[in-house]
């Protein structure tokens, strides 16, 4: 005879328990097995030069000397002809416009050409040439490592006390560099001189969303819910490409690194929460500019499955907060 009901529901319950534990110790187990210890920091030989303005190889400083420069700006680009002229316009206007009004203050450029099949490097050297190499650097990449490769790169040839992190597409505007910087100030004193300031467009979000479909907006809450379920819960917006870092956040944050694709971010900050590296999150203007490489559906799906890969391979063991030097 069929069991009643009180007895049959506790009996589906556990066996339903029993199969979600079985899932997730299979996922522990593949998260762990197929685990790559770090993507290889090794330069290939191209890479350890830039072509200076007069045309000539210099070889790339290292982020583990001393700094040289109060800012230095990294500029991730994968086939971004058309849409870095404004945003190198933009930030250059403005960091010339704060030098004359303060000569102290120094900086540097790098565009990180990320293995670009169209003209990035071409008119990113036009501003080389016009700005000098000491101004601005082009740093080309022999094949395309993905936005986190390219900004850890560039991060590893720079020369600032304190390094941004800003997205070719000018999506936010070079101003607010400041605004980050009045939340970096904010978190002194800095232990261990280590301190990160996020840009932030979590007060935009009703906006956004009167824009977008309901589908997009699902995939977006779904993101958010799985960075503060899995990952990092005291930041809004892991995702803005404004993060202005101290030489000693940046160098620490990134030789931990392993991915170096689109969550890049996520694990970069949860990097820094697990090393007690004070984060501030402020708000920046941002305009969304045409031109994005996110494909909507799939890099959603792959960031998903990477999020979970973060939580999951440094809670196993697979993944450790162990520094490696780039060579």
């Known amino acids: 005879p069929p069991l009643p009901l009180s007895l049959s529901l506790p009996a589906a319950a556990a066996a339903l328990l029993a199969l979600a534990a079985l899932l997730l110790v299979l ?3 593949i998260a762990h097995v197929t685990a790559k210890k770090m ?3 090794h330069r290939h030989e191209e890479e350890k030069f830039f072509v200076n303005a007069e045309g000539r190889k210099e070889p790339v400083p290292s982020v583990h000397d001393p700094p040289t420069r109060e800012l230095s700006v990294v500029v991730p680009s994968y086939n971004e002809e058309d849409r ?3 945003m190198m316009d933009e930030a250059l206007d403005y960091l010339e416009k704060r030098q004359k009004r303060d000569p102290s203050f120094t900086y540097e450029v790098i565009v990180v050409n990320d293995g670009s099949k169209d003209q990035t490097t071409k008119v990113a050297m036009e501003y080389c040439k016009k700005y000098g190499s000491d101004k601005v650097r082009v740093l080309s990449l022999v094949k395309n490592r993905g936005k986190g490769g390219a900004v850890r790169m560039g991060v590893f040839s720079s020369r600032g006390k304190k390094i941004l992190m800003a997205d070719a597409d000018g999506a936010t505007k070079f101003a607010d560099i400041e ?3 009045e939340g970096l100030k904010n978190l002194q004193p800095w232990p261990n001189q280590m301190a990160i300031s996020c840009g932030s467009r979590a007060h935009l979000e009703k906006d956004s969303i009167a824009k977008r479909s309901y589908f997009r907006t699902l995939l977006m809450y779904g993101f958010h819910f799985l960075v503060w379920f899995l990952c990092v819960r005291e930041i809004r917006d892991t995702q803005c490409g404004f993060k202005l870092l101290t030489r000693e956040a940046a160098l620490r944050t990134f030789s931990t690194l392993h991915i170096e694709r689109w969550a890049f971010d996520v694990e970069l ?3 820094a929460q697990c090393l007690k590296i004070p984060i501030a999150e402020v708000a920046v203007n941002w305009t ?4 994005s490489k996110l494909v909507p559906f799939w890099s959603w799906l792959q960031m998903g499955r990477d ?3 973060i939580r999951l391979r440094y809670m196993t ?3 450790q907060l162990e520094r490696r030097k780039c060579n």
């Open 317 to 319: 063991g697979a993944w």
């Open 84 to 86: 870095l002229p404004l």
């Open 39 to 41: 993507p290889t920091l």
């Open 269 to 271: 900050l949860y990097i």
């Open 288 to 291: 969304e500019i045409e031109g």
């Open 179 to 181: 605004k980050v910087e």
């Open 307 to 309: 999020l979970l890969f």
């Open 27 to 29: 996922i522990c187990a």
